[in-house]
C-alpha cells in the first residue's frame, strides 16, 4: 500500500518534541500524535471562521470544528462581543451573574423537554451529573449504556481500563445501540435496580461507522423507562444544536428526562449544561454539584449569544445544507472515481470509511491527500460541519477529498 510520508511542518515537528519531555509523552487524550496520521499538524497556532492555521502557519478549512465546539466558526464576531461585554464586569465571581438565569431561561424555552437548567464546564461533567440525578431520583443504582458508546473521559466512561477498577463502573449494565431485546435483557437482569439509560443521539462510536436510530429502538427506551420509572437520559454532548434547534431527539418525538450538553453550545467556550423535566427537579435541587468554574459568566454570555446567532440565522438548516452539499460531492466524486466509500452519521456530523478498512490505512490516506490540500478532516472519528462555511470552502473540500479518493484507489490497487 502506497502510504503518504509524514510531513507535519518544522514547527509542529519541534513542538512535538518538547512537548515529548515537558508533557508526559506529548500531548494526550484525543489530540494525542499516536492518533494523528501522515500530514496532520498537532499544534494550532489560530482560527478565523470555518478556517484554522496549524503551528507552520498552513490553511485548512476545517472540518472537525475542535471536535464539535465550534458551531458558528471560530471567533464569531457576535459571540466574542458578547464575551468581552460579559468580561469587562465579572467572569469568575463570588457568585453567578443574571446570565446563568438568562441562560437557564432561554435553553428551557429551547429544549422541549427541560424545565430547568444546571450548568457545568465539560461534557463528562454533565453526563456524569446525569448518572447521579438518576440515582439520587429513583433511589436505585443501575444504568444501562450501550457498549463501545463515549460518554467522556471519566473512571465510569472511559474507553481505556488503564487506572480504572471494577468498583468505578459498578452498577453500569451494557446494551447494544439499536437493539431494543438487549435492553429489554439487561432492564430485566436489573429488575427493581433500574435507575437510568444513558444514550446517544446517534451511533457516533469512534472508529466505526456511524448508525442513525432506529425510532421503533428510540420509543422503545422512552417506553421502558416510563414502565420501570428509570429516567432516560439523551448525551447531547456530542450532536446538540446540530441535529436540530432543541433536543436531538425532538425530530423523532422522543422526549428524554435529562439530557447532558456541552461542545458547540458555547461556540468553543467551556460550558456543559445539564436540562432536565419537572419531575426531576427535586432530585437537582437535592444533590452537591458545583465545580470552581461552573458559574464563569463569559461562557454563558458565549452561549446565549451563540442561540441568538443560531436563531436569527436557522443555523441547523444552515449547517445542513452544507453538510448534504458535502455529503452529495462525496458520493459523486467516489462514483466518478469508482472508488467504494461508507458514508454514515448525520450530514451535520458526516463520517467517511472505506469497505474493508478496518485499520484505517485507507482513510489515512484519504485524510493525508486533504490535510496536503488544506483540508482538515479525521479518519477515526465523526467530522462535525459549521455554519461558517463558504462555497470556495466547499469547493476546495471536495477537489481535495476528489484527490484523496484518487489516492485511496490507488492504494486499493498497489494494497
Ligand atoms: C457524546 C459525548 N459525550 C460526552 C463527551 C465528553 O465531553 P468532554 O470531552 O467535554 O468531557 C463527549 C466528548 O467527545 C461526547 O462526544
Not at 431520583?137 to 465510569?156: F, M, Q
Request: hydrophobic share 45%; aromatic share 8%; glycine share 10%.
Amino acid at each position: 500500500m502506497t502510504l503518504i510520508a509524514a510531513s507535519s511542518g518544522p514547527v509542529d515537528r519541534a513542538l512535538r518534541e518538547r512537548a515529548s519531555v515537558a508533557l508526559p509523552a506529548g500531548a494526550y487524550g484525543h489530540v494525542t500524535a499516536d492518533l494523528l496520521w501522515p500530514e496532520a499538524p498537532q499544534f494550532v497556532s489560530r482560527a478565523e471562521g470555518s478556517r484554522f492555521w496549524d503551528a507552520d502557519g498552513k490553511e485548512y478549512v476545517d472540518l472537525m470544528c475542535s471536535w464539535g465546539p465550534i458551531l458558528l466558526g471560530h471567533r464569531h464576531p457576535v459571540v466574542e462581543e458578547a464575551v468581552q461585554r460579559q468580561h469587562r464586569r465579572v467572569d469568575c465571581g463570588n457568585g453567578p451573574g443574571a446570565i446563568m438565569v438568562d441562560l437557564a431561561e432561554r435553553l428551557v424555552d429551547v429544549v422541549d423537554h427541560a424545565d430547568w437548567a444546571m450548568f457545568a464546564k465539560n461534557g463528562s461533567d454533565a453526563t456524569t451529573l446525569c448518572l447521579t440525578l438518576a440515582r439520587a431520583h429513583t433511589g436505585r443504582s443501575t444504568i444501562l449504556v450501550a457498549e463501545g458508546a463515549y460518554h467522556g473521559a471519566l473512571p465510569w466512561c472511559n474507553p481505556n481500563q488503564l487506572g480504572v477498577v471494577a468498583g468505578d463502573r459498578a452498577h453500569l449494565a451494557y446494551y447494544r445501540y439499536n437493539d431494543l431485546d438487549s435492553v429489554v435483557d439487561a432492564a430485566r437482569a436489573n429488575a427493581g435496580d433500574l435507575s437510568g439509560i444513558i444514550v446517544s443521539p446517534f451511533r457516533h462510536d469512534a472508529g466505526f461507522d456511524q448508525e442513525l436510530p432506529d425510532p421503533v429502538f428510540a420509543q422503545g427506551l422512552r417506553d421502558l423507562c416510563d414502565r420501570t420509572g428509570a429516567l432516560l437520559i439523551l448525551d447531547d454532548v456530542r450532536c446538540g444544536l446540530r441535529i436540530a434547534y432543541g433536543s436531538s431527539w425532538e425530530p423523532l418525538g422522543v422526549a428524554p428526562d435529562l439530557s447532558a450538553w456541552s461542545k458547540g453550545i458555547a461556540n468553543g467556550y467551556a460550558l456543559a449544561a445539564v436540562l432536565g423535566s419537572e419531575h426531576v427537579r427535586s432530585a437537582a435541587r437535592s444533590i452537591f454539584a458545583t465545580g470552581s468554574f461552573w458559574f464563569s459568566a463569559d461562557a454563558m454570555a458565549a452561549s446565549l449569544a451563540t442561540l441568538d446567532v443560531l436563531e436569527r440565522d436557522d443555523g441547523v438548516a444552515v449547517m445542513h445544507r452544507w453538510g448534504r452539499r458535502l455529503w452529495d460531492g462525496i458520493e459523486h466524486h467516489a462514483r466518478q472515481r469508482g472508488v467504494a466509500v461508507n458514508l454514515t452519521g448525520h450530514v451535520a456530523l458526516p463520517y467517511v470509511t472505506f469497505p474493508g478498512d478496518l485499520d484505517h490505512a485507507l482513510g489515512e490516506v484519504f485524510a493525508a491527500v486533504c490535510a496536503r490540500e488544506g483540508v482538515y478532516v479525521h479518519p477515526r472519528h465523526n467530522w462535525f460541519v459549521s455554519t461558517a462555511l463558504t462555497d470556495e470552502d466547499l469547493d476546495i473540500a471536495l477537489a481535495a477529498m476528489g484527490r484523496g479518493l484518487e489516492a485511496v484507489a490507488a492504494a486499493g490497487r498497489h494494497g
